[in-house]
Structure formats: C-alpha cells, structure tokens
C-alpha cells in the first residue's frame, strides 16, 4: 500500500512545482490559448494563457509511477505499463494537435482525419496488447466479456472487444476535451473519479480471486489481473492533477489543452477496461457524459428542428450564458461529479456486497 501513497504525493509534487516552470517555458514561446469567436464574450480574456498543460500532470504521473516502485521495490506491471502507454499515446495525439493550433496558426488543429487515425493506432495497440501478457491464473489485463462490477454476459471475441475499447476510449477522450471549456472543470472532474479508481483498485485487491483462502467472501472475488497496481496509478493520476489543479483553477495560469483532455480521457477508458468496470465508468465519470450528450442533443435538435434546446453546448456554456459566473458552474459541476463518484462506488459495493 505504500507505492499508493508515495505515487499521488509524488505526482502532487511534481505538477506543484514543476507546472509553474512549464508555464515561464510555454509563455516564453508564445504557446498560448487560441479562443474561438463564437464562444462566450467573457472567455476573450483566455487569450494568449499558456495551453499544453497537459504535458505536467503526464510526465508527472509516469515519474511518480516509476519512482513509486523504485522505493517501495515492486515491480511495474503489464496492467500498469499499458494503462500509462495508452495516456501517454493519446496525449501525443493532443499534442500535435495544440502545437498545429498554435505554432502552426492552424485554428482547427491536426485535420480530423488525421486526428482520428491517430486515436485509432493509439486505441488499438492498447486494447491488442491488454489481451496478452496472461499471468500464472492465465489473467490478461483485459477481458473480452463486457463488464460493470465485474465481468459479466458473453465472451464477444477480440475483435468486437477492440471495437469495444476504441468506442470507449475514443468518447472519453471526447468527453474530457468538451469538458476542458473552463478553467479547472475537466481537472477536479477527474481527480474525483480517479480517487474513485484507486479506492476500487484496493478493494479489488483485498477481494481478489488469488488471495484464495483469505477473502471475506469466496463467493464474491474480482479476477483482475493487477488491481493494486492499477491503484497506484489512479493514486499518481490524482496526485498529479490535483497539483496541476493549484494553478489551472480560476483564473487559470496554463490550459491542459488537447495534449490533457485526450491524455485523461484515454487513461480513464484504460482504467475502466483493466479493472472490468467498462459499463460502471459511464457512471463514475457521470460529469463527461452529461457535457457529451448535451452536445449530441443541441447538434441532432438543431439538424432535424432548426431548434437549439441549449442556449450553447457543450452544457456548461449554457449555464455561463444563463448569468451563472465561471466559478459558479464549475463548482456546482463538481458538486455534480462528485454525486456521481459516490453512487458509483455505492453501486461498486453493493454489487460485490449483493454476492455474500
């Protein structure tokens, strides 16, 4: 338990101090916000913020992950190194996609194709490789039956479970970066659900299937390859973001840009798949899916209406446009979120408490 809490105080530290510095690096090159005309009037003020924030909670929580381990002696694991791989890729993805925006002068970013192709390479390999690397109880760190507390149903097979993963990933992804309109929404969004993820990794752990004889509940166990180490890497994650947290609030220093919002998205999906709570991350992250699906709402009224039924999406514009202060909606946003963290948990519990 200890790499735990060496992980998030170690990511803590890290973005505390390390942001700041990334910020005189990004201002100094002139790498700031570009801020749409036709959003809110009052975000104009944005402008020119250092963005690729992103960069800091990242680097930050591979560092506290490895450094994690080297203290505490333990050995990283296929789960862990995965899920990591797939944070890192996505937020390269976003990076090129911030650095097209700003150095490029290109206010759209990579060209949709191409961000899309490279969402699908990053996708891929993840959900390919989570389905090798079988332990001696022949565990992979993903499964290919869907799942909510745990596994559940039918097998589907690796190949609908790849498009399974890729649909997951990719609306995360999406759903973090909508998220990302104001300042410190997306950030303490995530913490929350990753304080959730470090939380389950333990239980999973404690209740785990290996322990055999040891559990409380035979009848009730996770077969989740490493759900310890899963943990540590939440722990790092809410570390790290927590730290990045200090200086993205209001009024926001520096932008995670895409190069954050695709990074956490994809980690969040990973996360889901490799402790076999696909079905439970809609709930967890309950906040992402809100914002998403009120952007599918205002886009499909407005194609088969003419009509917009949002004042502006994604959902926290609206509310902006309301009269409500930035401050306001983020904080009640995250009131929001963390609703959604406590009854995803609640439902984590009782499914497992259900099966005594």
């Not at 899963?230 to 926001?252: E, H, I, K, Q, R």
């Not at 509310?319 to 401050?327: D, P, T, Y």
């Amino acid at each position: 338990m200890k790499q735990i809490l060496f992980a998030g105080v170690i990511g803590l530290f890290l973005t505390l101090i390390g942001t700041p510095l990334l910020i005189k690096l990004l201002a100094r090159k002139g790498y700031g916000q570009y801020i749409r005309d036709d959003g809110p009037r009052e975000h104009a003020s944005k402008r020119g913020t250092p963005t690729m924030g992103g960069i800091a909670f990242i680097l930050a929580t591979v560092a506290a992950y490895f450094l994690s381990k080297v203290i505490t002696g333990y050995t990283p694991t296929y789960s862990g190194l995965l899920v990591l791989g797939l944070m890192v890729g996505m937020g390269m993805v976003g990076f090129l996609d911030d650095y097209i925006k700003i150095v490029k002068r290109r206010s759209l970013g990579l060209r949709a194709k191409a961000k899309m192709a490279g969402q699908l390479i990053v996708g891929i390999a993840f959900a390919v490789l989570s389905l090798q690397f079988a332990d001696a109880r022949g565990q992979t760190p993903a499964s290919t039956k869907l799942s909510f507390i745990t596994d559940f149903g039918w097998t589907i097979g690796p190949v609908l479970f790849v498009v399974w993963a890729l649909f997951m990933i990719l609306a995360m992804s999406n759903g973090v970066n909508l998220t990302d309109g104001l300042d410190g929404l997306a950030t303490g969004a995530s913490v929350l659900v990753f304080g959730a993820y470090t939380f389950i990794g333990v239980w999973q752990f404690q209740e785990s299937c290996a322990n055999g004889e040891t559990l409380t509940n035979p009848n009730a166990c996770f077969e989740v390859r490493d759900p310890l180490d899963l943990a540590v890497v939440s722990s790092a994650l809410m570390g790290a973001c927590l730290g990045f947290l200090w200086w993205n609030t209001s009024p926001a220093k520096i932008f995670m840009g895409d190069t954050g919002s695709l990074a956490l998205g994809g980690v969040l999906a990973g996360l889901a798949i490799c402790s076999r709570t696909e079905l439970l991350l809609a709930i967890l992250g309950g906040l992402f899916v809100l914002i998403t699906m009120s952007v599918v709402i205002q886009v499909g009224s407005f194609k088969l209406t003419g009509k917009r039924v949002f004042r502006m999406a994604p959902l926290q514009h609206h509310f902006e446009l309301k009269g409500w202060s930035e401050v306001l909606v983020v904080v009640r946003f995250w009131i929001i979120q963390g609703i959604c963290v406590i009854v995803g948990l609640g439902l984590f519990y009782a499914g497992w408490a259900a099966e005594k």
